[in-house]
Protein backbone atom coordinates (compact mmCIF):
# COMPACT_ATOMS: atom_id res chain seq x y z
CA UNK A 1 0.00 0.00 0.00
CA UNK A 2 3.16 2.50 1.01
CA UNK A 3 4.49 1.48 -2.28
CA UNK A 4 1.45 2.38 -4.25
CA UNK A 5 1.24 5.51 -2.56
CA UNK A 6 4.65 6.55 -3.41
CA UNK A 7 4.02 5.81 -6.87
CA UNK A 8 1.04 7.67 -7.00
CA UNK A 9 2.65 10.64 -5.80
CA UNK A 10 5.74 10.23 -8.10
CA UNK A 11 3.02 10.26 -10.96
CA UNK A 12 1.26 13.18 -10.22
CA UNK A 13 4.59 15.16 -9.57
CA UNK A 14 6.01 14.17 -13.35
CA UNK A 15 2.80 13.74 -15.28
CA UNK A 16 0.35 16.75 -13.86
CA UNK A 17 3.08 19.32 -11.65
CA UNK A 18 4.64 20.58 -14.81
CA UNK A 19 1.83 21.17 -16.37
CA UNK A 20 0.02 23.27 -13.67
CA UNK A 21 3.17 24.95 -13.76
CA UNK A 22 2.93 25.89 -17.51
CA UNK A 23 0.12 27.48 -16.61
CA UNK A 24 0.88 29.59 -14.02
CA UNK A 25 3.30 30.69 -16.36
CA UNK A 26 1.24 31.65 -18.82
CA UNK A 27 -1.28 33.20 -16.82
CA UNK A 28 1.94 35.63 -15.96
CA UNK A 29 2.92 36.24 -19.46
CA UNK A 30 -0.77 36.40 -21.14
CA UNK A 31 -3.79 38.11 -20.30
CA UNK A 32 -6.16 35.26 -19.21
CA UNK A 33 -9.38 34.56 -17.48
CA UNK A 34 -9.59 33.40 -13.66
CA UNK A 35 -10.83 29.52 -13.69
CA UNK A 36 -10.83 27.70 -10.57
CA UNK A 37 -8.19 24.42 -10.19
CA UNK A 38 -10.60 21.80 -11.33
CA UNK A 39 -11.21 24.06 -14.40
CA UNK A 40 -7.86 23.92 -15.54
CA UNK A 41 -7.11 19.91 -15.09
CA UNK A 42 -7.46 18.99 -18.51
CA UNK A 43 -5.26 22.01 -19.67
CA UNK A 44 -2.56 21.11 -17.08
CA UNK A 45 -2.42 17.77 -18.04
CA UNK A 46 -2.39 18.73 -22.03
CA UNK A 47 0.73 20.65 -20.77
CA UNK A 48 2.33 17.64 -19.30
CA UNK A 49 1.58 14.98 -22.03
CA UNK A 50 3.64 17.41 -24.42
CA UNK A 51 6.42 17.80 -21.78
CA UNK A 52 6.01 13.58 -21.06
CA UNK A 53 6.31 13.27 -25.00
CA UNK A 54 9.52 15.46 -25.68
CA UNK A 55 11.67 14.19 -22.95
CA UNK A 56 10.23 10.80 -22.93
CA UNK A 57 13.96 9.31 -24.04
CA UNK A 58 15.68 10.69 -20.71
CA UNK A 59 13.35 8.02 -18.96
CA UNK A 60 14.66 5.17 -20.40
CA UNK A 61 18.32 6.83 -20.18
CA UNK A 62 17.86 8.24 -16.46
CA UNK A 63 16.31 4.82 -15.07
CA UNK A 64 19.45 3.24 -13.74
CA UNK A 65 20.39 6.11 -12.51
CA UNK A 66 20.23 6.79 -8.56
CA UNK A 67 19.30 10.20 -9.40
CA UNK A 68 17.42 9.60 -12.73
CA UNK A 69 13.88 10.26 -11.43
CA UNK A 70 15.12 13.96 -9.64
CA UNK A 71 17.27 15.25 -13.05
CA UNK A 72 13.95 13.96 -15.09
CA UNK A 73 11.63 16.32 -13.13
CA UNK A 74 14.09 19.27 -12.96
CA UNK A 75 14.45 18.76 -16.92
CA UNK A 76 10.39 18.58 -17.25
CA UNK A 77 10.17 21.81 -14.58
CA UNK A 78 12.39 23.97 -16.33
CA UNK A 79 10.87 22.67 -19.85
CA UNK A 80 7.19 23.45 -18.44
CA UNK A 81 8.23 27.38 -17.97
CA UNK A 82 9.52 26.96 -21.24
CA UNK A 83 6.72 26.09 -22.97
CA UNK A 84 4.48 29.03 -22.53
CA UNK A 85 6.57 31.42 -23.90
CA UNK A 86 7.57 29.63 -26.82
CA UNK A 87 3.67 28.86 -27.26
CA UNK A 88 2.98 32.81 -27.35
CA UNK A 89 5.48 33.73 -30.18
CA UNK A 90 4.50 31.01 -32.49
CA UNK A 91 1.13 31.88 -31.70
CA UNK A 92 2.39 35.88 -32.18
CA UNK A 93 4.35 34.80 -35.58
CA UNK A 94 3.87 36.85 -38.60
CA UNK A 95 3.01 33.32 -40.50
CA UNK A 96 -0.20 32.39 -37.68
CA UNK A 97 -1.02 35.96 -36.54
CA UNK A 98 -3.03 36.70 -39.78
CA UNK A 99 -4.44 33.00 -39.43
CA UNK A 100 -5.73 32.45 -36.03
CA UNK A 101 -8.09 34.51 -33.80
CA UNK A 102 -6.15 37.00 -31.85
CA UNK A 103 -5.13 35.82 -28.17
CA UNK A 104 -5.52 39.28 -26.92
CA UNK A 105 -8.86 39.21 -25.47
CA UNK A 106 -9.07 43.19 -25.73
CA UNK A 107 -7.91 45.85 -27.84
CA UNK A 108 -6.73 47.66 -25.01
CA UNK A 109 -4.50 44.43 -23.93
CA UNK A 110 -3.34 44.04 -27.74
CA UNK A 111 -1.56 47.77 -27.47
CA UNK A 112 0.18 47.45 -24.31
CA UNK A 113 1.16 44.32 -24.54
CA UNK A 114 3.91 45.54 -27.26
CA UNK A 115 5.30 48.13 -24.66
CA UNK A 116 6.16 51.05 -27.00
CA UNK A 117 6.95 54.47 -24.60
CA UNK A 118 4.87 56.73 -26.62
CA UNK A 119 3.17 60.39 -25.71
CA UNK A 120 -0.56 60.01 -24.67
CA UNK A 121 -3.50 61.97 -25.15
CA UNK A 122 -6.18 60.88 -22.77
CA UNK A 123 -9.44 62.34 -23.28
CA UNK A 124 -11.74 62.41 -20.19
CA UNK A 125 -15.14 62.29 -20.13
CA UNK A 126 -15.53 65.61 -18.51
CA UNK A 127 -14.00 67.23 -21.42
CA UNK A 128 -10.53 67.89 -20.01
CA UNK A 129 -7.40 66.41 -21.95
CA UNK A 130 -4.27 64.89 -20.41
CA UNK A 131 -1.28 64.20 -21.46
CA UNK A 132 1.70 62.60 -20.49
CA UNK A 133 4.50 60.19 -21.34
CA UNK A 134 3.92 56.14 -21.67
CA UNK A 135 7.58 54.30 -21.15
CA UNK A 136 9.40 51.96 -19.30
CA UNK A 137 8.01 52.71 -16.00
CA UNK A 138 4.36 53.45 -16.79
CA UNK A 139 1.80 50.40 -16.34
CA UNK A 140 -1.67 49.34 -17.41
CA UNK A 141 -3.64 46.66 -16.18
CA UNK A 142 -4.27 43.76 -18.24
CA UNK A 143 -7.72 41.33 -18.68
CA UNK A 144 -9.52 40.05 -16.27
CA UNK A 145 -8.86 43.60 -14.02
CA UNK A 146 -10.55 46.71 -15.26
CA UNK A 147 -8.71 48.97 -17.12
CA UNK A 148 -6.87 51.50 -15.83
CA UNK A 149 -3.39 52.90 -16.62
CA UNK A 150 -0.69 55.04 -14.50
CA UNK A 151 1.86 57.89 -16.80
CA UNK A 152 4.75 57.97 -15.12
CA UNK A 153 5.20 61.86 -16.60
CA UNK A 154 2.39 64.12 -16.67
CA UNK A 155 3.00 67.04 -19.68
CA UNK A 156 1.55 70.55 -19.94
CA UNK A 157 -0.75 70.51 -23.56
CA UNK A 158 -0.61 74.17 -25.15
CA UNK A 159 -3.47 75.95 -26.92
CA UNK A 160 -2.80 73.77 -30.16
CA UNK A 161 -3.10 70.46 -28.51
CA UNK A 162 0.88 69.82 -28.58
CA UNK A 163 2.73 68.48 -25.89
CA UNK A 164 4.22 71.62 -24.51
CA UNK A 165 6.60 70.98 -21.60
CA UNK A 166 7.25 68.17 -18.95
CA UNK A 167 5.14 69.49 -15.60
CA UNK A 168 8.03 70.07 -12.78
CA UNK A 169 8.51 67.74 -10.44
CA UNK A 170 5.79 65.03 -12.08
CA UNK A 171 5.89 61.80 -10.34
CA UNK A 172 3.20 60.01 -12.84
CA UNK A 173 -0.72 59.85 -12.90
CA UNK A 174 -3.34 56.61 -12.26
CA UNK A 175 -6.52 57.03 -14.35
CA UNK A 176 -9.38 54.85 -14.12
CA UNK A 177 -10.91 53.65 -16.86
CA UNK A 178 -14.24 55.12 -15.84
CA UNK A 179 -13.09 58.08 -15.92
CA UNK A 180 -11.44 57.80 -19.76
CA UNK A 181 -13.71 58.69 -22.92
CA UNK A 182 -10.70 57.74 -25.25
CA UNK A 183 -6.70 57.98 -25.49
CA UNK A 184 -4.50 58.89 -28.32
CA UNK A 185 -0.91 57.23 -28.52
CA UNK A 186 1.58 59.38 -30.51
CA UNK A 187 4.85 57.32 -31.86
CA UNK A 188 8.56 58.72 -30.79
CA UNK A 189 11.79 57.72 -31.61
CA UNK A 190 13.03 59.80 -28.17
CA UNK A 191 11.22 62.18 -25.75
CA UNK A 192 13.54 64.75 -26.39
CA UNK A 193 12.94 64.70 -30.16
CA UNK A 194 9.37 65.11 -29.58
CA UNK A 195 9.80 67.99 -27.75
CA UNK A 196 11.94 69.70 -29.88
CA UNK A 197 9.44 69.17 -32.74
CA UNK A 198 6.63 70.39 -30.80
CA UNK A 199 8.71 73.30 -29.85
CA UNK A 200 9.38 73.68 -33.57
CA UNK A 201 5.66 73.25 -34.15
CA UNK A 202 4.96 76.12 -31.75
CA UNK A 203 7.69 78.74 -33.17
CA UNK A 204 6.20 78.37 -36.49
CA UNK A 205 2.97 79.51 -35.53
CA UNK A 206 4.05 82.59 -34.07
CA UNK A 207 5.43 83.58 -36.70
CA UNK A 208 2.28 83.29 -38.29
Not at 22 to 28: A, D, F, I, N, R
Request: with cysteine.
Amino acid sequence: MESLTIDNLQLFILFVTPGFISLKVWTLIHPSPRMILTERIMEAIIFSSLNYLVIIWLHSLLKDSNYGIWIYFLIALILSVIYPFLLKKILLSSILKNKVNSIMPKAWDYFFHKKEPCFVLIHLKDGKVIGGFYGDNSFASSYPEENDIYLEEIWKINERGAFADKIDRTNGLLVNKDAIEYIEFFKINDKEEALKENNNQLKEGEDL
